[in-house]
């Protein structure tokens, strides 16, 4: 017997807006009022309804000249441009926007694809979208079980409908003994969505203009949906990557496919410099002269004689012949002689004669190139720093222009953006982001509330953030408070912590006496205020005298109460404008702010007299205020005095740098760094490094280890990787900036840890100087330990990480 089959058509209109897939739903009602149903899940061609298009005005082009670019999308669209070296592209791969990680994020938010390990008697899952309250907003992937219970309802699960009225006409579980229901196979259907030969000679005199990123920069289509530019290429000899994402408010995101331009010339030179070397090393630059013209050149290379280098080649300058298509090496060997940034250039062009060439044809193109590019020389031994910082203040200060306004707005769009980088799922923030397992509670203020115990006790910087935010949830800040008023025997951290609190609460009365009461305890001199913790840190002390200011100002307090307050704070300020920490930096530049904008009334004209080591003067005015005026002392050492008349506060900061052939004396650490060759040739060495904490019995928290190579070696990233992915190690994070690896670990025990990681030799130095290695704690700097470390010869080759 064979049933009747039926068969209908049904027409669908398929279009952008149910990319990247859409399930059908097929059912009908039975006379006995049984459903049949059946679901089929359908993907559709990824396409956008913002169509987005780039494209570049050439295939190829010479560095250094014009190419135009154009972007297509919805009009009146905000795009975004990028355009970076394509070998930088292939490193970075994994954070580059595609149009499958966009889909991916709807395909993970389907609503369909719900199994449960028994529908008879499991909750009937909530229609719509999956909630993301407390979770992340991707849906994580849904398992498919091997349930042998089946009837139509699953056929509506799969869709993502659910409707009350169909509880009732759930029918019996039928227990299918040898099969289980599996996702149906895709469907694929398609939707319905709308070298010429090069020059010979460099377009510029010297190519100097290097850059891993071309464009990166936003831009709007007009009317007709089309922006155009005209840009320059770098001199780089590399293919470019560029796309354009671009959002409108109609037909929404939309992202282009990749497009490229090669920056090209048929003869150019390259060579490859050490990131940075140390005095007296001294190091082989390979220079690499390339051809494509039709036939051999002869071709004259010379380098122009590097300030603080001395030679110790026979020659600088070389002939060769360079048939086409091919390349020669010349080898030039340079010995550092002096500290600072030097630059070197190295020309070729076409020799007067051809007889290097000897019998070869010979072109008749004129060749010509030459590449500067820069080389840092630093000073052997471990780097010390002395920072001395004067605050002075004839009167009061300055106005808000429109202009600072401005620029003070970018940058607090900016550090916005960048800080949601370091958001979790919960709403909470920390140092690294979702690799950390848990919110930092002092970076975040409203991931504190889900996490309040039942006494109210959350911590007193979690409150002053919440009163800042203008929270108003008063339960929640009458139990804080009452708790903070039953502590006793506080910390001056403490006291000025709770203080603040209570006056950003209005309890001026409650603040103010706790700074009467912890006033006998501070630390004056020479017009100098600052107090001292048990056990505290220097990042402690800062972070101490910032919460007095921002306690003072807040009750009221004048200007003149707290100047002492801040003349012990930009005391402390670093060359870079921070404290002695991440976090001490926060509440410092908040205390400072704060307390310019109280002082900030009449217009800023200072002339500043410095004598002594260094003859100069100075003026700061309104139109320079927030310009950094920096002044070498070339007499070291020397004694430098400095007068300051006028209107308006000023910081003179005096940053001494040098080196000591010897690490500092007190260490709470224990740090080992070993070097070694691993490859015959040692081309490739291996790095160990075995770390501790000293003080018995005691864990130093997130500490930073940081490892400078030896000069002419670069970092394996691969490895690194994978020290980062142990998680046994506790390494959070593992960064290379500068040619200095910085690896971040969770803790640091008295049991210690011991890592590798491979590095590779892309310069050959013949008497590198001694890499060095320092750790400390990153929220207690002063606690650290300074080693260095080098290689060995070829036979001291090592096995691999043993931790990796």
Same mark, same amino acid.
């Given at each position: 017997y064979v049933p009747p089959i039926g068969e209908v058509s049904i027409p669908v209109d398929v279009d952008a807006t149910i990319s990247p897939s859409f399930t059908l739903l097929v059912f009908y009602v039975r006379e006995d009022r049984e459903t049949v149903a059946d679901s089929q899940k359908i993907e559709v061609e990824k396409c956008f309804k913002n169509e987005v298009e780039m494209e570049f005005g050439n295939e190829v082009k010479q560095p250094g000249t014009k190419t135009s670019l154009k972007v297509t999308s919805s009009p009146n669209s905000l795009c975004g441009v990028k355009v970076v070296d394509?070998?930088?592209?292939?490193?970075?791969?994994?954070?580059?926007?595609? +149009?499958?990680?966009?889909?991916?994020?709807?395909?993970?938010?389907?609503?369909?694809?719900?199994?449960?390990?028994?529908?008879?008697? $499991?909750? &009937?899952? %909530?229609?719509?979208?999956?909630?993301?309250?407390?979770?992340?907003? &991707?849906?994580?992937?849904?398992?498919?079980?091997?349930?042998?219970?089946?009837?139509s309802f699953a056929a509506f699960q799969d869709a993502g409908f659910f409707s009350e009225s169909y509880i009732g006409n759930q029918g019996p579980a039928v227990a299918l003994a040898s099969t289980a229901r599996r996702p149906a196979a895709p469907v694929a259907i398609a939707a319905d969505s709308k070298i010429g030969m090069a020059p010979t000679k460099s377009a510029v005199e010297v190519r100097d203009y290097f850059p891993e990123t071309w464009l990166f920069q936003m831009e709007t289509t007009g009317p007709d949906g089309i922006f155009t530019t005209k840009e320059t290429l770098p001199h780089t000899i590399t293919e470019w990557i560029g796309s354009a994402v671009c959002v409108n408010a109609e037909d929404g995101l939309g992202l282009s496919n990749t497009t490229s331009i090669k920056g090209f010339q048929a003869f150019f030179i390259s060579y490859t410099l050490p990131i940075s070397v140390i005095r007296g090393e001294e190091f082989t630059v390979v220079v690499s002269i390339f051809s494509y013209a039709d036939a051999a050149l002869p071709i004259a290379v010379s380098m122009d004689q590097p300030e603080g280098f001395s030679t110790t080649s026979d020659s600088i300058d070389s002939e060769l012949c360079v048939q086409s298509g091919t390349s020669e090496n010349l080898r030039i060997r340079l010995k550092a002689t002096k500290v600072g940034s030097v630059n070197i250039t190295v020309r070729a062009e076409t020799a007067s004669s051809s007889s290097v060439c000897g019998s070869s044809p010979v072109s008749?193109?004129?060749?010509?190139?030459?590449?500067? %590019?820069?080389?840092?020389?630093?000073p052997e031994g471990f780097p010390r720093e002395e920072v001395h910082s004067i605050l002075f203040c004839p009167t009061d200060i300055g106005k808000l222009t429109d202009k600072i306004k401005s620029q003070a707005i970018r940058n607090l769009n900016t550090g916005y953006q960048r800080e949601l980088n370091y958001r979790h799922i919960d709403g909470s923030f920390?140092?690294?982001?979702?690799?950390? +397992?848990?919110?930092?509670?002092?970076?975040? #203020?409203?991931?504190?509330?889900?996490? $309040?115990?039942?006494?109210?006790? /959350?911590?007193?910087?979690?409150?002053? =953030?919440?009163? /800042?935010?203008?929270?108003?949830?008063?339960?929640?800040?009458?139990?804080?408070?009452?708790?903070?008023?039953?502590?006793?025997?506080?910390?001056?951290?403490?006291?000025?912590?709770?203080?603040? #609190?209570?006056?950003?609460?209005?309890?001026?009365?409650?603040?103010?006496?706790?700074?009467?009461? &912890?006033?006998?305890?501070?630390?004056?001199?020479?017009?100098?205020?600052?107090?001292?913790?048990?056990?505290?840190?220097?990042?402690?002390?800062? $972070?101490?005298?910032?919460?007095?200011?921002?306690?003072?100002?807040? /009750?009221?307090?004048?200007?003149?109460?707290?100047?002492?307050? &801040?003349?012990?704070?930009?005391?402390?300020?670093?060359?870079?404008?921070?404290?002695?920490?991440? %976090?001490?930096?926060?509440?410092?530049?908040? #205390?400072?702010?704060?307390?310019?904008?109280?002082?900030?009334?009449?217009?800023?004209?200072?002339?500043?007299? /410095? =004598?002594?080591g260094l003859n100069k003067k100075v003026e700061i005015s309104e139109d320079n205020k927030l310009l950094v005026q920096r002044n070498m002392v070339d007499e070291v050492p020397s004694v430098l005095k400095i007068e300051a008349v006028g209107s308006g506060c000023g910081l003179v900061q005096t940053s001494l740098r040098y080196n000591t052939n010897t690490p500092p004396e007190k260490q709470k650490f224990y740090l080992e760094v070993v070097g070694a060759c691993s490859s015959s040739d040692c081309k490739q060495k291996k790095i160990t490094c075995i770390v501790s904490y000293v003080p018995n019995g005691k864990v130093a928290g997130m500490s930073l280890v940081q490892i400078k190579m030896v000069t002419g070696t670069v970092p394996d990233k691969e490895s690194l990787d994978q020290l980062?992915?142990? @998680?046994?190690?506790?390494?959070?994070?593992?960064?290379? $900036?500068?040619?200095?690896?910085?690896?971040?670990?969770?803790?640091?025990?008295?049991?210690? #840890? %011991?890592?590798?990681?491979?590095?590779? @030799?892309?310069?050959?130095?013949?008497?590198?100087?001694?890499?060095?290695? +320092?750790?400390?704690?990153?929220?207690?700097?002063?606690?650290?330990?300074?080693?260095?470390?080098?290689?060995?010869d070829p036979e001291a080759a090592a096995a691999g990480p043993e931790n990796a």
């Open positions: 394509k070998s930088i592209s292939l490193l970075d791969s994994n954070d580059q926007l595609t +149009k499958d990680k966009i889909f991916q994020l709807l395909e993970n938010m389907d609503t369909g694809i719900y199994y449960s390990t028994n529908p008879c008697n $499991e909750d &009937i899952p %909530q229609p719509g979208l999956y909630s993301t309250k407390g979770s992340s907003i &991707i849906r994580p992937p849904q398992p498919w079980s091997t349930s042998s219970y089946e009837d008749d193109s004129l060749a010509k190139d030459a590449i500067t %590019q820069s080389l840092e020389v630093q920390s140092a690294f982001g979702t690799v950390d +397992k848990e919110g930092s509670m002092f970076l975040t #203020a409203f991931g504190g509330l889900e996490k $309040e115990k039942n006494n109210g006790a /959350i911590t007193s910087y979690v409150i002053a =953030s919440l009163l /800042i935010s203008d929270f108003e949830n008063e339960t929640v800040i009458d139990n804080a408070l009452s708790c903070l008023s039953e502590d006793s025997n506080l910390s001056p951290y403490e006291t000025f912590l709770y203080a603040y #609190a209570e006056a950003l609460a209005g309890k001026t009365e409650a603040a103010q006496k706790r700074l009467e009461d &912890i006033k006998p305890r501070a630390n004056t001199t020479d017009g100098v205020e600052y107090y001292k913790n048990p056990n505290g840190s220097k990042a402690t002390e800062l $972070e101490t005298a910032a919460y007095a200011v921002l306690t003072n100002l807040q /009750i009221g307090n004048t200007a003149s109460d707290v100047l002492p307050l &801040i003349r012990y704070l930009t005391m402390n300020l670093n060359p870079r404008g921070g404290f002695h920490s991440t %976090q001490d930096t926060v509440v410092g530049l908040d #205390a400072l702010s704060k307390f310019a904008k109280i002082v900030y009334k009449d217009p800023v004209d200072i002339s500043v007299t /410095i =004598s002594g980062v992915a142990n @998680e046994n190690n506790k390494i959070l994070r593992a960064d290379v $900036e500068n040619n200095e690896v910085n690896l971040y670990f969770s803790e640091i025990s008295n049991d210690g #840890a %011991q890592i590798s990681f491979y590095v590779n @030799e892309i310069v050959e130095v013949s008497n590198p100087q001694p890499g060095t290695a +320092k750790v400390f704690d990153y929220y207690t700097p002063e606690n650290s330990a300074t080693t260095s470390y080098s290689f060995g």
